[in-house]
Structure formats: C-alpha cells, structure tokens
C-alpha cells in the first residue's frame, strides 16, 4: 500500500507516519527528515537545502524529486511507502506520478489533513524530538511518560528545530497555502483524496486513517 499524507506544518503527518509504520510496517518517507540529515552530515546538498529551510521556503523541486526517486528504489520501501511531506508542488506530484509508473507502482489514497491554523502556531512552538530515534513528542499534547526520557528507546535528549520558530512558521504555512495547496484538486481530480479531520486527538486520527485504509475492519 502506498500512501501520501499531506497537511501545513505541524498538522500530525509525522506523528501519524511513524504511527502507520509501526502499525503496518509500511516505510515513512519523510522529505524533511531526508534533508536535515543532510545538513547533519554537511553534504552539499544539506548546505543547499539549508538556506531555503531556515527562511521557511521550499527546497527547489529538482533536489527533493531525485531525493525521493532514490529512496523510493531501495528495497525497503518495497512493502509500500508513506510520503510525508512530498510531494509540495504540483510539479512534485506530476514527477511522482510518472516515477510511479516507470516502477509500475500505484497510489492507493493521498490523505488530506485538516487543521485550524491556529492549532498549528500551538503544536509547532510545542514541537521536539528524541535526538536518538526521532521520536516526536509535544510540551502539552505528547508528553514523555517519563519526563527526560523517551519512550521507544530510553534516550534522555531530546532536539527542537531550527525552523520552528513563529516567523518562519507563518513563513511555512504561507508557502502552504500558495504552493502545496494547488495539488488537493490535482488529487481529488484523480479520485484519490480523502480528507480527515486532523483537529482530534492523536490516537483518535489514527483510527480515521486506518478505517480508510481497512473499510471492511
Ligand atoms: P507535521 O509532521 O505535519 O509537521 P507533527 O507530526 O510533527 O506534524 O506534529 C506537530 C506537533 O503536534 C508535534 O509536537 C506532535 O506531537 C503534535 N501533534 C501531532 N498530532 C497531534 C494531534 N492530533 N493533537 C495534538 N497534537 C498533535
Ligand atoms: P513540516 O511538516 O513541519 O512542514 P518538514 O519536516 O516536512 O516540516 O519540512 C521542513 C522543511 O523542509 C520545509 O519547510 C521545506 O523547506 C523543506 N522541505 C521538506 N519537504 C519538501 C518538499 N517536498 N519540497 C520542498 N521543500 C521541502
Ligand atoms: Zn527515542
């Protein structure tokens, strides 16, 4: 099964990916994580992607496109995929649809997250992450069930983003709003969108997402 999750910032794509991935065993591919491993690693194409991240901005679409076309052919992607993040540009999705079919692979659902925009401002300011396993975690919302310490896999640091902060942020869901938007109606056109109600409890979209994707269950 492959998937697309798509949403502004902070609208859970990550939290729910990670969630699927457990779950169904289904590879998360997460176009942001992608990049900032390169910029931790100081590859040229991390040093690229970084001055369009810090100031809120999409990397150009050539970068994430040959990103992703590699990823997607390694081999554990095989099993089906979870897109977080990709694609963000009509011409992004008009890439994936074609690198698809050279693999004769199919999309099964893109699903649309809907959130208020001002729980967003309050989920991104609240944003960490395990700095071993990536793990996501929020000061309000999901919280460590110990304090310090993560809990799939007992580190005791944890990282906030560099592009978390408020001006970039409205930065981020401008951006949103202008570039990624336009490929909602390029996916219901091909009858692949559902959109879920983003604004529930964590737990609570999951179980949206896998009654879409197990309707009988
Ligand atoms: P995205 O990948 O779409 O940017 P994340 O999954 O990183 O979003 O979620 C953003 C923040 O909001 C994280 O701190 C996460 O723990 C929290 N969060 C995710 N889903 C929900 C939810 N349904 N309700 C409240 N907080 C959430
Ligand atoms: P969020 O889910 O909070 O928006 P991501 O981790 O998905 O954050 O993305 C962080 C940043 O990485 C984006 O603001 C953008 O600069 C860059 N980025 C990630 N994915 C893409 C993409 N598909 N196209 C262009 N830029 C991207
Ligand atoms: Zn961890």
Redesign the pocket.
């Known amino acids: 099964m492959n998937l697309i999750l798509l949403g502004p910032?902070?609208a859970g794509?990550?939290t729910q990916a990670r969630m699927l991935q457990e779950h169904f065993g289904l590879m998360q591919i997460?176009?942001?994580?992608m990049?900032r491993e390169h910029i931790k690693h100081h590859t040229d194409l991390g040093q690229l992607a970084q001055n369009?991240?810090n100031q809120?901005?999409?990397?150009p679409d050539l970068v994430?496109i040959q990103m992703i076309e590699h990823r997607i052919s390694e081999a554990d992607a095989n099993n089906g995929f979870i897109l977080d993040?990709?694609?963000?540009t009509v011409p992004?999705a008009e890439s994936l649809d074609k690198m698809l079919a050279r693999r004769k692979l199919k999309l099964d659902h893109v699903i649309e997250m809907r959130v208020d925009e001002d729980a967003l401002v309050e989920r991104i300011a609240g944003r960490f992450s395990c700095a071993a396993c990536g793990e996501g975690y929020h000061d309000k919302f999901k919280k460590p069930a110990r304090e310090g310490v993560c809990d799939k896999c007992g580190f005791g640091q944890f990282v906030r983003r560099d592009?978390d902060r408020a001006d970039t942020v409205r930065k981020?869901l401008a951006a949103y709003r202008e570039q990624t938007a336009p490929i909602l109606p390029y996916y219901q056109a091909k009858g692949k969108l559902t959109s879920i109600d983003g604004m529930a409890e964590i737990d609570v979209v999951q179980t949206q997402i896998r009654q879409l994707l197990r309707p009988q269950a």
């Open positions: 910032p902070g794509k990550g997460a176009t942001g994580d990049l369009y991240m809120g901005q999409l990397v994430v993040g990709f694609p963000r992004q592009d981020r």
